[in-house]
């Protein structure tokens, strides 16, 4: 069946450090990728989408890596910092349909 | 520029019951989305509406239905509610099939007891 795993585990990171999380898919051959933030008791907000003839995309401290042959996405910001902490949600659109597959998220937490 | 607007935001009901969620999608979105969230989980896909017409279903039963008016707002019903139906439902506006990414509301926590 198509799945989505992002890490499961909390990630822990201090201030000031990059924060890598990895999103795989199995089953997929995605039309483009997103990437969502989510804070406790809100809606997901939009942070990136890469399509699949792209290899990276970058925002601001964000960037985002998409290996369609791996089907790994990688998904860093760097200099975090503790207003970073949040839930961070891959999603895929495997053929342009407009239905978005989530998986089920990574907490990041940014210590001072 | 208002984003996208959900109501209620807290709902208890009763099992058996029916419910409708509303949304209001962001300013010049012609596409909603409406997603379950389980605790802990991520968001899964219900279903899509564009020009009033369910465009796109994901695996739910025909308890939930959902409609599109002309001015691009949405309903999501849901009959004879089960204890399983507790949930954060999110609504999602986007241009045409979100290629430019989807904007979401906050969501309803709907609660049966």
Partial sequence: SQKI?????????????????????????????????????RGPVFLLLIRENEKEKRKERLKVTFDTTLKQSLFHITASQPADSATYLCALDRGNTGKLIFGQGTTLQVKP | DAGVTQSPTHLIKTRGQQVTLRCSPK???????????????????????????????????????????????????????????????????????????????SGTRLTVV
């Fill in chain 1, 5 to 41: 795993e992002q890490n499961s585990e909390a990630l822990n990171i201090q201030e000031g450090k990059t924060a890598t999380l990895t999103c795989n898919y199995t089953n997929y051959s995605p039309a483009y990728l997103q990437w969502y933030r989510q804070d406790p008791g």
């Fill in chain 2, 27 to 105: 300013s010049g979105h012609d596409t909603v989305s409406w997603y379950q969230q389980a605790l802990g989980q991520g968001p899964q896909f219900i279903f899509q509406y564009y020009e009033e017409e369910e465009r796109q279903r994901g695996n739910f039963p025909d308890r939930f239905s959902g409609h599109q008016y002309p001015n691009y707002s949405s309903e999501l019903n849901v009959n004879a509610l089960l204890l399983g139906d507790s949930a954060l439902y999110l609504c999602a506006s986007s241009y045409d099939r979100g290629f430019y990414g989807y904007t979401f509301g």
